[in-house]
Structures are given as C-alpha cells and as structure tokens.
C-alpha cells in the first residue's frame, strides 16, 4: 500500500509558476507510473503528467511545453513544476502510483486567476 502527500498548490496569476510535489510513503523506485492528474469544477478527472521508473514521460497536449513531471527516488517524491500557468489550468491536482493497485492523493488545489 502507498499513502501519497501532495503540497504545493495556491493562487497564481496568469503567466506564473507553481511546483507541486507528492510525497509517497514507500520507495517509490519500483512503482510502475507515478502521475499527475486533474479535476477542474463540473469535469471528469483528466491526465496531466505521467514518468516511469526509467523516466520516460507522457504530458497531455494542453500542458506539453509549460509543464513538468520529475522524480526523486531518494526522496520518495514526484514534481509537477508548472509554468507559465492559464487560468484553465484550474483545478485540483492529484498525484497516483500505480502498482498492481492504483493509489491516490488527497489533491491540492490549484487557482489560476488575475
């Protein structure tokens, strides 16, 4: 079993940045895909960011370019660093591990208004 932490969220303008991280419970170096997911009001939870253990990742098209997915094995800790944010980037965002079971965060909120 894996407990994730996400940290990071808050109330940015347009044009600016946040870096989220979750923080696993376990190692994390043998988890097959560590991700970022979102959920903005009135929408089905969406991919955003996946890495693997050999560090290959996957962005959806709306954020390719502006973010970032990384892991520190050391740490047990998956980034999400987001830059250049738009005020469709609201939403909470929410870190999974994936095993033979799938596990989720409690999500961290993410505001993107001027």
């Known amino acids: 079993q894996v407990q994730l932490v996400e940290s990071g969220g808050g109330l940015v303008q347009p044009g600016e940045s946040l870096r989220l991280s979750c923080a696993a419970s376990?190692?994390?170096?043998?988890?097959?895909?560590m991700g970022w997911y979102r959920q903005a009001p009135g929408k089905q939870r969406e991919l955003v960011a996946t890495?693997?253990?050999?560090?290959?990742?996957n962005y959806a098209d709306s954020v390719k370019g502006r973010f970032t997915i990384s892991r520190n094995n050391a740490k047990d800790t998956v980034y999400l660093q987001m830059n250049s944010l738009k005020p469709e980037d609201t939403a909470v965002y929410y870190c999974?591990?994936?095993?033979?079971?799938?596990?989720w965060g409690q999500g961290t909120r993410v505001t993107v208004s001027s």
């Open positions: 999974n591990a994936k095993t033979i079971q799938s596990y």
């Open positions: 376990r190692s994390i170096s043998t988890i097959a895909t």
């Open positions: 890495i693997t253990p050999g560090d290959n990742t």
